[in-house]
Structure formats: C-alpha cells, structure tokens
C-alpha cells in the first residue's frame, strides 16, 4: 500500500469517528418537552396587570395651560374602549401519564409559578387555574382530567404558600385547544393561570 492510500485511509475513519460522534451527542439532547422553566420575574410581569390601555379621561395633561383651558373648554366626548383582557399565561406543566400527579421534570416550572403567586406584586390579585387537555380520547373523559389536574396544581401552590381564598380551579377538557390545527399537540396539554382581580 502506498503512503497516500494509507493517510486517506486514515483520513476518511477520522471523518466518519468525528461525525459519528456528532451524530451520537444530537441523540442525546434534551426531548422537547425539557424546556427552561420560566423565571419568577417573567410570571409576575405577564400575570402583574391586565392588557389595557389607558381610556381618554384618565391621562393628565402635562403641557402648559391646560389647566386652565380645562375650565373653559367642553370635555370631549367619552370614547368606547374594549374592556381589558384578563392577564394569563399558559404553563406547560408535566403530569404522569393519564393521571393528575405532576411529574418530576415540571418541580422548577411549579416553584417559580407558586413563588411569583405568593410575592407581594401579586398580593392583590386572585387567579384561577385551568387546566386543559388534547384532543385525544372522549370530552367528558377529557373534562375529568383536566378537573383533577387543575385541582393538583391549586393543592401544590397552596400547599407552597398561596393562600386558598386566591385560587379556585377549573378544568376544560378538550374544548379550548391552543393549537386546533393538530388536537393532539403537548402544547394542548397545558395549564393556565389566568387573573381574575383583586
């Protein structure tokens, strides 16, 4: 064999040792579902305050005068706005198959939602959790679970510092799916926290 046979010969294992060992760490990246949990800030400023914007009557004038022109001129004529919507956020939150115990791989998403429930910028503010499902199996099967697993997050935030008179929980089965084009999506499989006032 010559010498230039053996160095491309040596040349292609090496390329296809490195591109097996490529292959080999891609199959063991974290499944989709192990995503980040999100942090107690980002729950508190999504669930802090309602979408609204400010109606016509509750901005103060800061240019010169205008105080005195308050007097003189007629106020203008109430404009229509569309009520606020609720503050929520969807938390996608792991249970064990066909069952309401939350699965070890949520504990992070679960202590930072109960942490930022309990932290005094949500003090004021009532919430109730709502659990939903995909679109598999029957809507009063489906209704059931959902039930059971809202009713599973409520236990778990009380039980880590939310006071009970701040929650109640609903379930909605397969009714409100988030993605309707695939019923079957894991991002169906959720449980959301929407806030309900003071």
Avoid: C, W
Wanted: glycine share 8%; charged share 20%.
């Amino acid at each position: 064999m010559s010498m230039k046979t053996i160095l491309h010969g040596a040349l292609m294992v090496a390329l296809f040792a490195s591109g097996g060992t490529v292959l080999a760490q891609d199959a063991q990246k974290a499944p989709p579902q192990a995503q980040e949990a999100p942090s107690v800030d980002s729950i508190i400023g999504t669930l802090k305050t309602d979408n609204a914007g400010q109606s016509a009557g509750q901005t103060r004038a800061l240019r010169p005068g205008a105080a005195s022109m308050a007097t003189t001129a007629p106020a203008p004529a109430p404009v229509a706005t569309k009520p606020a919507k609720a503050a929520s956020i969807n938390m996608q939150i792991n249970f064990e198959f066909n069952s309401d115990r939350i699965s070890g791989s949520s504990e992070n998403t679960m202590a930072n939602l109960a942490a930022a429930l309990a932290s005094p910028q949500l003090q004021d503010r009532k919430f109730t959790v709502i659990g939903h499902t995909d679109g598999k199996g029957t809507a009063e099967y489906n209704k059931a679970l959902s039930d059971r697993r809202a009713n599973s997050v409520r236990r778990y935030l009380v039980d880590h510092g939310v006071a009970a008179a701040r929650l109640r929980s609903v379930g909605k089965g397969k009714s409100e799916l988030l993605n309707k084009n695939d019923p079957f999506a894991a991002e169906n499989r959720r449980v959301e926290i929407l806030a309900t006032g003071g």
